[in-house]
Every structure is written in C-alpha cells, then in structure tokens.
C-alpha cells in the first residue's frame, strides 16, 4: 500500500498501553488482595476507598490492550486469545467480582461478607490468570498455520504457575506501595509490612524465572550470555537488584511514596527483561511483530486518531488522579 | 463429542451481550438525562434538580459498575471464541473498537470518579461537566460499536486478500450503509428505554405521596422528552426496515416470513412460520399493509425467503416474533404518551391513580424491545457473521470443542445469575429510599444555591489535600 511502516510505532503504544494496565490495576488487584488482611470494617472502608475513584479508568487500560492487539496485530489476537480460553474466562469472571464489589458491598449489607470475599478472591484469581497468561505467552503456544493448535490446558505448567504466583506478590507490592501513599497510622504500618513481605517474593520470583527462562530456552540464552550481550544487557540485572534494596529501605522508612516508586522501578525493568528476551516476537517462535501486523492502511488509520487521543487521555486521567490525591479520607467515597 | 461448539459459541455470545446491552439501554440515556439535571441545577440554582440528579446518580453508578464489568467481557469474545472472525476481519474492524476504548471508555472511567465521590472536590461547573463528559463518552461509544456492528450487516470500504478483509475506503467503512439508521434508531430506543424507567420511578413516587416535587419534575419533564422521542422512534425504525430491506432482503423476509415473491403483499400479524413446508401456519394477514409499510406503495414487492438457498436464510420465527414484540412494545409507549397529552391538556396529569399504574407497569417494557430489537437484527443477519462475506461457522476459534464452550457458558451463566438479580435487588432498594429529602452532605454546596466563599474554602481545602 505504502512505503511507511507503522509498526514500531505501535510496538510502543501496545507496549505502553500494556505496562500501564499492569502498573494502574496491579495496584489496584493488590489492594483487593491486601483487603483480605485488613483487621475492621473502618480500615477495610477505607482501603476499598482508596481505589474506588480510579479503579475503572484502570481497567479500561486492559480493554484497550485487548482491543489495539485485535486492531494492530491481529493475527497475534487471533492465535494468542483463544489459547488463553480458560485462564481469559477465569480472569473476565474474577474481574466481574472484584468490580461489582465496590458498588455491591456498600449497598447491600445482608450479603457485605459475600461481596467482601468476591472483592478479594476475585482480586487474586485475576491477579493470578494474568500471571499464569504470562508465562504461557513467554513458553508459546503450538500454531498451525494462523491459528491456535493446542489443547485448552496447554497454559498450564509449572512455568505458568511459578509467574501466577510472581504477579501475586508482584501486584501485592504495587498496591502495599499504594496504601503506604495513601493511607496513615495504623493502615500504613501494616502495609509496610505487607509490602515487606511481597517484595521478599518479588525478589524470589524474580531470580528464579531469570535463571529459569534462559535454560528453558536457547534463544532466550544466547540473548543474554552472548558476547557482547552479556555486558550491554548487564546493567538490567544490577539495576534491579538497587531498586529491590531502595524499595526495601524506603518500605521500612519513612518514605510516603518510595515503596510506590520501587515497585514501579521493579515492574518496568522486569518488563524490560521480558521484552529483551522475547523481541521481536509477538506470538513466541511463530510470528514477529512485522508478521502478525494489520496493514498500513489499518494501522496509519487508527494511529491519526490514536496519537491525538492518548495524550488527552493521559491529561485527564491524570486531573482526576489529582481531584482525589492525597490521603484517602472517610468522608469521600462510598459509605 | 456431539455439543456443536458454533451452536453452544453463539448461545455464548447470545447470553453474554443480551445481559450487557440491558445496561447500555440504560445509562445512556441516563448519563444524558444526569448531565442535564446537574446542567438545569447550575443554571437555575434550584435545589430539585439537584436532588433528582443525586437520587438518580447512586442508581446509576450500580448499573455502570454491572455495565463495565460485563462490557470487559466483551470484545475478548471475539478472540476466545470467534478467532478466525477476528483473524479475517480485524483489519477493518479493530480500529472501530479501538477508537470505541479511546473516545469512550477512558472519558466514562476518568470522569466517573469525579462525579461519584467528587462533588465536594471540584467546583460545581467542573462536576457539570463530569456529567457532560461521561454523557458524550456513552454517545461516542454508541457511535463506535454501531458502527462496526453496522459494518458486519452492510460490509462497504473493503477489499479481500487471500480471504481476508482489508481496509480500502475508512469513510465508506465507518458509515456504511446501515449505520446512520442503526445508530439512531437504537440510541434512540436507548433514551426511551430511560425514559419509562424514570416515568415508572416517578409515578410511583408520586402514587406514595412521597417525594412529590421532585416526582412531578420527573413524570412532567420526561414525557415531554417523550412526546418526541417516541414518535421519532417510530419513524426512525420503519427508515431502518426499508434500510434492511434494501441492504439485507432475506432479513426482511424472515421478519415478515414472506416465503414468496409477491407484490401486494399482505402483513403477517401473527403465523407460525413452517420452515421445512416453506409456509406459515395459522397466518392472520391484513392484504396490502406488508407492501404498503416496507415499500411505502400498495403494490411493492419484497424478495420471498425461497429466493435464498436453504443455507443461507435465517432462522424465521425468532425474528418474527421478535420484531412483532418490538413493535408492539413501540405502539403500547405511544399509547401511554398520547394519554398523557389528554391528561396534562385536562390537567390531571398529576392526579390520575391509574395512569401512575400504566407508567409503573410500561417501566421494563423499553428494555425488553430493546431485546427484541436486539435478537432481530442479530438472528435476521444469520447465517452471517459479515453479511453475505463470512459464514458465522467459519468464524469460530477453529481450537475449540464442544466441552470447553460448555464449561465456559454455564460459568457466564451462573456468575450472571449472580450479579444481575443483585443488581437488580440493589437498585431497587435504592429506588426505594427515594431521594434525600434534604441533600446529603455538605449543605452549603448542595442547597442549590452554593454562596461562594464556602465554596472557595472547600476548594482550598481540596488543595491542601
């Protein structure tokens, strides 16, 4: 059609568009997930509160992943989503949960205990479905031709449960980091701990897919251990075993916002050594980015629109982000 | 395996968007009717408004909750279930979604916070225009979802590579040739839909003896709105049927279950259509009124279901008798607006027992023509996924099994067996409660007359936050 390639182009908005849900709602799912821990009623409120302005705008980050994929690279939708049938499935009804409960459980307080356990149940099976949808994408999917091949369990390894569990304290993290910053007293303190603890398992799961993805994986070895690679790419690993250690002082400190910060910093270079790893595939040993792209004519017309949109977006998001900063108080949100 | 995963597929998607659009029928017209109340507020400084507008907020954050939840599930059908769907025509229609997220949802999301917990945050203009944003972003969303559903019954713009759809004319694609139709037809019944619904509220708060200011703002302003929108409807439908007709002949002939070509043809008022003889059963037909309303002459003809190769018709008595319910539900709502022309010119409007029971009893009726609406443009494009182009058994993720889609449909089911009645519980004791009779909260905002330097301090002190 055209000489213009829009393919790189979108690689970072997907890219972005992906990282941002996983950082908003990740926060978001961890805090539905830390809820369970929360000792009262009040602290629970209050908690809940926290997210209960922006948790929407987060998930519709998800939505435009979806949707973009579908748009950009749909071949990578087409093979890709009906793999993950079942682990999808579960997530799209934990999310029902976890979303319904904000509204449900201030409203009907016969069944509070019901929606206090769809809010923090449906928080972690998400939570753990997109992790398990991780690892099934890094180890591929068998592929016939355009379409899926395999069988509707194939996601489910030892690999997949291994980064399911990863993304539970990984999300734990981001949203102890969450609470820290919004909260006070009592609730902070716990969620210092808390996040204490999830950073433990960050750094564990984190050593041990880095060691695990290289051997179960030749291409993904060489990447790394190659010269020169080993010594361009070496700044990742020492980047993020720093930013594990200021996370963990900044938990343990006084900090308002560091623990927030360091998950962050965790979350991108994890995402930066996932990308280092897989790229320039989009459905791993099949299809690359090029490959798997919708024509020029799709994706030049999406991306007039897309490129004006997304930094309105972003203004926006981010002046209602600021309408409800500082701590979370008692008498703004649901009660 | 015997389960026909196409078959369980599509009763899937079926259960999955009939429970979802009930929402969209819903807040759209509410988020309309919410940014003009906060609008009227601003504007006139009268408190009833205000309490209106709240009253109808909290019921309309219960089913915007229930409407995000479920509106994720959505377009990740298409990749679980309808992968080749996706495969082949994703490079026209992925963008159409796209900008649905983009126009809409973010708008909706971002602003919903603030119109929910933020009136104590911003200024009054600013939470106006949360309303007003999240009002637009449900009409962009319409815009969007229309028009790719649009697409797939009347494909245009296109050209096809090695059996795939690729984009040639983005204009010609985005307002193909049912769209405009579609679009206002069924934003339309959106609003209409709210409407009733807020009738049927006010009527019974007005049969209570509760509240009964802010009930005769209800009932009077919203079947004024009505006295236009349901004639309008009307018409917009039968220009969207003479639309269908042109573009989607054997949708028509399901509609009507015209099995020959005939002109003067008769309207079928009821039959029970007998697909394997080709004819109808127990017809009750009135001569010449089927050529008169889908070709506006007494002597047009339509295309008999016999033209079509067996395999390409659709199934004939879901939308024919969707459709006879759609319409009927139609004439019921210009009934009940026609008595309230005769009550308000005797001026009863306000005092008339039993018409408060006809609006409380017509207060469901716009969902379930939404329904109807819904299942006879959706069963009348079979078997097509992408009219006359894609075949919806070859739209299916060719991986999946019978079983699976089992699995997968009785989980949607049970999980929105869960949340709706909830929802619905939920929303009707909020019905109940009625509005606050003062408003909650901070006063001094929310009297309808906010002084301004009580204003400005709370400003500030949202800054200092």
């Not at chain 2, 699995?407 to 519980?425: K, N, Q, R, T």
């Given at each position: 059609m055209n000489a213009l390639n829009f393919v790189p182009v979108w690689t970072l908005i997907l890219g972005a568009g992906i990282f941002f849900y996983v950082l908003l709602d990740g926060f978001d799912l961890g805090v539905g997930m830390l809820y369970n821990f929360m000792p009262d009623t009040r602290s629970r409120n209050l908690v809940m509160n926290a997210i209960a302005p922006v948790w929407d705008g987060n998930e519709t980050w998800l939505v435009l992943g979806g949707v973009a994929l579908l748009a950009a690279f749909p071949l990578a939708f087409a093979i890709l989503i009906p793999a993950l049938y079942f682990p999808i499935l579960v997530m799209l009804l934990a999310l029902v949960f976890r979303g319904v409960a904000f509204e449900f459980r201030f409203r009907d307080a016969e069944h509070k205990t019901f929606w206090d356990h769809g809010f923090f149940y449906g928080s972690l099976i998400a939570t753990m479905a997109q992790g398990m949808m991780l690892g099934a994408f890094i180890q591929g999917f068998k592929v016939e031709g355009r379409v899926?091949?395999?069988?509707?369990?194939?996601?489910?390894t030892p690999f997949s449960v291994l980064t399911g569990i990863a993304l539970v304290f990984g999300y734990g993290l981001l949203g102890a980091g969450w609470l820290v910053l919004k909260t006070e007293d009592d609730i902070q303190a716990r969620a210092r701990r808390y996040g204490c603890v999830c950073l433990a398992g960050v750094v564990i799961a984190i050593v041990v897919v880095s060691l695990w993805t290289p051997l179960a994986s030749d291409a993904i070895f060489r990447r790394w251990f190659s010269w020169p690679n080993i010594l361009i790419l070496s700044p990742v690993p020492v980047a993020t075993a720093l930013v594990a250690w200021a996370t963990w002082r900044a938990l343990g400190g006084a900090s308002q916002s560091g623990g927030f910060i360091g998950a962050v910093g965790l979350f991108a270079l994890s995402y930066i050594g996932i990308t280092i790893s897989l790229f320039p595939m989009i459905v791993p040993h099949h299809y690359t980015l090029m490959q798997a792209a919708s024509p020029p004519g799709t994706q030049a017309f999406l991306l007039v629109g897309t490129l004006f949109l997304l930094p309105v977006i972003l203004f926006y998001s981010g002046w209602s982000y600021w309408v409800f900063r500082g701590k979370v108080r008692a008498d703004v949100g649901y009660h | 395996m015997d389960l026909d995963p196409v078959l369980l597929s599509r009763l899937q998607f079926a259960w999955v968007i009939g429970w979802h659009i009930l929402l969209p029928a819903f807040t759209v017209g509410m988020a309309s009717y919410i940014a003009i109340l906060e609008g009227m507020h601003l504007v006139t400084g009268r408190s009833v408004y205000l309490r209106i507008s709240m009253y109808w907020i909290r019921i309309f954050s219960v089913a915007f909750g229930v409407g995000v939840v479920t509106g994720v599930i959505m377009p990740f059908q298409i990749g679980t279930n309808w992968s080749r769907y996706a495969d082949t025509a994703g490079n026209v229609l992925g963008p159409l979604f796209a900008y649905e997220a983009l126009t809409a949802f973010f708008l909706e999301a971002a602003f919903l916070g603030v119109l929910l917990f933020g009136r104590k945050l911003v200024p009054p203009w600013a939470h106006f225009v949360a309303a007003l944003m999240i009002a637009s972003g449900t009409l962009f969303s319409s815009f969007w979802i229309l028009s790719a559903n649009s697409w797939m019954q009347t494909p245009a713009g296109y050209e096809i590579v090695d059996g795939r759809f690729f984009p040639k004319d983005w204009f010609a694609i985005v307002f193909n040739p049912s769209f405009p139709f579609r679009l206002t037809h069924t934003v339309t019944g959106f609003f209409v839909t709210t409407g009733f619904v807020v009738v049927a509220v006010a009527a019974w708060l007005m049969r209570k003896g509760r509240s009964v200011e802010e009930g005769r703002v209800m009932l009077s302003m919203t079947l004024w709105l009505l006295t236009f929108l349901v004639p309008l409807q009307i018409f917009l439908g039968d220009q969207h049927g003479l639309n269908t007709a042109a573009h989607q002949p054997a949708k028509v002939a399901a509609i009507e279950a015209r099995w020959d070509t005939q002109p003067s043809f008769p309207l079928t008022l009821f039959a029970i259509p007998d697909p394997a003889n080709e004819t109808n059963r127990y017809a009750i037909e009135v001569p010449y009124l089927g050529s008169l309303i889908l070709t506006?002459?007494?002597d047009g003809e339509i295309k008999g279901?016999?033209?079509?190769k067996p395999e390409d018709r659709p199934p004939v008595a879901i939308p024919f008798f969707a459709f006879r319910i759609m319409v009927g539900i139609g004439f019921l709502m210009l009934a009940v607006v026609a008595a309230s022309w005769w009550l308000r010119y005797r001026g009863r409007l306000f005092d008339s027992p039993w018409f408060f029971w006809l609006c409380m009893a017509m207060g469901p009726l716009g969902f379930i023509a939404v329904l109807a609406g819904w299942t006879t443009t959706e069963v009348g494009r079979q078997p097509w996924t992408v009219y006359g182009m894609l075949r919806t058994a070859d739209?299916?993720?060719?991986?999946?099994v019978g079983g699976d889609v089992l699995v997968s449909l009785l989980a949607y089911m049970v999980v929105y067996l869960i949340i709706y009645p909830s929802a619905v519980l939920i929303a009707a004791g909020l019905v109940r409660k009625g509005p606050a009779l003062a408003p909650e909260t901070v006063a001094p905002i929310e009297s309808?007359?906010?002084?301004a330097p009580i204003n400005i301090e709370l400003v500030q002190e949202g800054k200092t936050l």
């Amino acid at each position: 059609m055209n000489a213009l390639n829009f393919v790189p182009v979108w690689t970072l908005i997907l890219g972005a568009g992906i990282f941002f849900y996983v950082l908003l709602d990740g926060f978001d799912l961890g805090v539905g997930m830390l809820y369970n821990f929360m000792p009262d009623t009040r602290s629970r409120n209050l908690v809940m509160n926290a997210i209960a302005p922006v948790w929407d705008g987060n998930e519709t980050w998800l939505v435009l992943g979806g949707v973009a994929l579908l748009a950009a690279f749909p071949l990578a939708f087409a093979i890709l989503i009906p793999a993950l049938y079942f682990p999808i499935l579960v997530m799209l009804l934990a999310l029902v949960f976890r979303g319904v409960a904000f509204e449900f459980r201030f409203r009907d307080a016969e069944h509070k205990t019901f929606w206090d356990h769809g809010f923090f149940y449906g928080s972690l099976i998400a939570t753990m479905a997109q992790g398990m949808m991780l690892g099934a994408f890094i180890q591929g999917f068998k592929v016939e031709g355009r379409v899926f091949a395999g069988g509707p369990l194939d996601f489910l390894t030892p690999f997949s449960v291994l980064t399911g569990i990863a993304l539970v304290f990984g999300y734990g993290l981001l949203g102890a980091g969450w609470l820290v910053l919004k909260t006070e007293d009592d609730i902070q303190a716990r969620a210092r701990r808390y996040g204490c603890v999830c950073l433990a398992g960050v750094v564990i799961a984190i050593v041990v897919v880095s060691l695990w993805t290289p051997l179960a994986s030749d291409a993904i070895f060489r990447r790394w251990f190659s010269w020169p690679n080993i010594l361009i790419l070496s700044p990742v690993p020492v980047a993020t075993a720093l930013v594990a250690w200021a996370t963990w002082r900044a938990l343990g400190g006084a900090s308002q916002s560091g623990g927030f910060i360091g998950a962050v910093g965790l979350f991108a270079l994890s995402y930066i050594g996932i990308t280092i790893s897989l790229f320039p595939m989009i459905v791993p040993h099949h299809y690359t980015l090029m490959q798997a792209a919708s024509p020029p004519g799709t994706q030049a017309f999406l991306l007039v629109g897309t490129l004006f949109l997304l930094p309105v977006i972003l203004f926006y998001s981010g002046w209602s982000y600021w309408v409800f900063r500082g701590k979370v108080r008692a008498d703004v949100g649901y009660h | 395996m015997d389960l026909d995963p196409v078959l369980l597929s599509r009763l899937q998607f079926a259960w999955v968007i009939g429970w979802h659009i009930l929402l969209p029928a819903f807040t759209v017209g509410m988020a309309s009717y919410i940014a003009i109340l906060e609008g009227m507020h601003l504007v006139t400084g009268r408190s009833v408004y205000l309490r209106i507008s709240m009253y109808w907020i909290r019921i309309f954050s219960v089913a915007f909750g229930v409407g995000v939840v479920t509106g994720v599930i959505m377009p990740f059908q298409i990749g679980t279930n309808w992968s080749r769907y996706a495969d082949t025509a994703g490079n026209v229609l992925g963008p159409l979604f796209a900008y649905e997220a983009l126009t809409a949802f973010f708008l909706e999301a971002a602003f919903l916070g603030v119109l929910l917990f933020g009136r104590k945050l911003v200024p009054p203009w600013a939470h106006f225009v949360a309303a007003l944003m999240i009002a637009s972003g449900t009409l962009f969303s319409s815009f969007w979802i229309l028009s790719a559903n649009s697409w797939m019954q009347t494909p245009a713009g296109y050209e096809i590579v090695d059996g795939r759809f690729f984009p040639k004319d983005w204009f010609a694609i985005v307002f193909n040739p049912s769209f405009p139709f579609r679009l206002t037809h069924t934003v339309t019944g959106f609003f209409v839909t709210t409407g009733f619904v807020v009738v049927a509220v006010a009527a019974w708060l007005m049969r209570k003896g509760r509240s009964v200011e802010e009930g005769r703002v209800m009932l009077s302003m919203t079947l004024w709105l009505l006295t236009f929108l349901v004639p309008l409807q009307i018409f917009l439908g039968d220009q969207h049927g003479l639309n269908t007709a042109a573009h989607q002949p054997a949708k028509v002939a399901a509609i009507e279950a015209r099995w020959d070509t005939q002109p003067s043809f008769p309207l079928t008022l009821f039959a029970i259509p007998d697909p394997a003889n080709e004819t109808n059963r127990y017809a009750i037909e009135v001569p010449y009124l089927g050529s008169l309303i889908l070709t506006h002459s007494l002597d047009g003809e339509i295309k008999g279901l016999k033209e079509f190769k067996p395999e390409d018709r659709p199934p004939v008595a879901i939308p024919f008798f969707a459709f006879r319910i759609m319409v009927g539900i139609g004439f019921l709502m210009l009934a009940v607006v026609a008595a309230s022309w005769w009550l308000r010119y005797r001026g009863r409007l306000f005092d008339s027992p039993w018409f408060f029971w006809l609006c409380m009893a017509m207060g469901p009726l716009g969902f379930i023509a939404v329904l109807a609406g819904w299942t006879t443009t959706e069963v009348g494009r079979q078997p097509w996924t992408v009219y006359g182009m894609l075949r919806t058994a070859d739209s299916m993720s060719p991986s999946l099994v019978g079983g699976d889609v089992l699995v997968s449909l009785l989980a949607y089911m049970v999980v929105y067996l869960i949340i709706y009645p909830s929802a619905v519980l939920i929303a009707a004791g909020l019905v109940r409660k009625g509005p606050a009779l003062a408003p909650e909260t901070v006063a001094p905002i929310e009297s309808g007359r906010p002084s301004a330097p009580i204003n400005i301090e709370l400003v500030q002190e949202g800054k200092t936050l």
